[in-house]
C-alpha cells in the first residue's frame, strides 16, 4: 500500500544531504552570484527607502548547518553584497536548514528557536534585533506564491516528521 506520509518523511530527509551536495560540487562564484541576486531582489524596497542602512559597515553572517552553507551579507551603497566564508562578522545566525525553512514560512517564530537553542545568535544583538524586526515587518507574503507554498509544505511535513520521531512506538509502551 502506498503510505504518502512515509514518502513526504523520506523526501524531508532526504533534502538537506542532497543540498549539502549540491553546494559542495556548484562553483563558489556561482552559489555567492546567485545569493546575492536573490536577495537584492527580495529586498529592492528596503534598499530603495534606506531600511537596511543599519548594516552599513556591518556583516550578518549566516550558518545553515546541515548543508554545509556559509555565507555574509553586507551592506555597500545601495546593493546588498553576498560573500561565502566572510572574514568579518558581526553578528552569526546559525541554525539547521528545517529551523530557517520553518522561519522563513512563518510557521516557528524566531524567538522560539532561540531559546530552545535551535537559532544560534553570536555576536552584535542589536544588529541581530534590527534583522529581525525587519524580517518581521517583511513577512513571507512578498515570496512568489508557489514558494511560499512549497515552504509552508516543508515546514509542516518537518514538524510531521519531529512529532512522530517523538511518540514512543508500539514496541515501547
Request: proline share 6%.
Amino acid at each position: 500500500m502506498f503510505d504518502i506520509k512515509r514518502v513526504n518523511h523520506k523526501v524531508v530527509a532526504a533534502l538537506p544531504p542532497m543540498l549539502r551536495t549540491a553546494i559542495c560540487c556548484a562553483p563558489k562564484g556561482l552559489q555567492s552570484g546567485m545569493l546575492q541576486l536573490v536577495l537584492n531582489r527580495f529586498f529592492q524596497p528596503e534598499l530603495s527607502s534606506g531600511e537596511l542602512n543599519f548594516m552599513q559597515h556591518k556583516t550578518v553572517v549566516i550558518s545553515v548547518v546541515d548543508i554545509a552553507l556559509e555565507f555574509g551579507i553586507c551592506l555597500d551603497g545601495n546593493k546588498l553584497q553576498v560573500q561565502l566564508m566572510p572574514a568579518q562578522q558581526d553578528l552569526l545566525l546559525k541554525a539547521e536548514l528545517a529551523d530557517f525553512i520553518a522561519m522563513i514560512s512563518n510557521t516557528t517564530d524566531p524567538d522560539t528557536l532561540f531559546f530552545r537553542r535551535r537559532l544560534q545568535m553570536l555576536g552584535d544583538t542589536e544588529l541581530g534585533l534590527y534583522c529581525k524586526n525587519l524580517l518581521d515587518s517583511i513577512g513571507p507574503e512578498r515570496l512568489p506564491l508557489p514558494l511560499t507554498r512549497g515552504l509552508q509544505w516543508l515546514a509542516l511535513q518537518q514538524k510531521t516528521a519531529e512529532l512522530s520521531d517523538t511518540k514512543p512506538s508500539v514496541e515501547q509502551r
